[in-house]
Nanobody
Framework: QVQLVESGGGLVQAGGSLRLSCAAS????????MGWFRQAPGKTREFVAV???????TYADSVKGRFTISRDNAKNMVYLQMNGLEAEDTAVYHC???????????????????WGQGTQVTVTS
């Protein structure tokens, strides 16, 4: 069983930056692919970024070049650095994990077993 706890959300002006953190419990964190997903009001949850257990990363087109995902296996942490924030980035951001996930499954929300409660990001224009 893995527990995920997000932090770092908040209120920021357009063009600003935030760094989200996700703390994971458990001793096998390094085997987990970790993703960030977001859900805006009235919309379905969508893929944002993922970093695989092998440290390969990919991003949604809407955030490419602005967001950076990283992980620290020694600390059981995954991060999402968000720069150049836009009003459209306003959402609840969730981290999610699944062991040994790879290939096209990395961007498939249905493949993730463990989810955090989420952290609110609000960008004002």
């Amino acid at each position: 069983q893995v527990q995920l706890v997000e932090s770092g959300g908040g209120l920021v002006q357009a063009g600003g930056s935030l760094r989200l953190s996700c703390a994971a419990s458990g001793r096998t964190f390094s085997t987990y692919s970790m993703g960030w997903f977001r859900q805006a009001p009235g919309k379905t949850r969508e893929f944002v970024a993922v970093i695989s257990w092998s440290n390969w990363a990919t991003y949604a087109d809407s955030v490419k070049g602005r967001f950076t995902i990283s992980r620290d296996n020694a600390k059981n942490m995954v991060y999402l650095q968000m720069n150049g924030l836009e009003a459209e980035d306003t959402a609840v951001y969730h981290c999610a994990g699944h062991p040994w996930l790879g290939g096209p499954d990395l961007v498939n929300i249905k493949k993730y077993t463990y989810w955090g409660q989420g952290t609110q990001v609000t960008v004002t224009s």
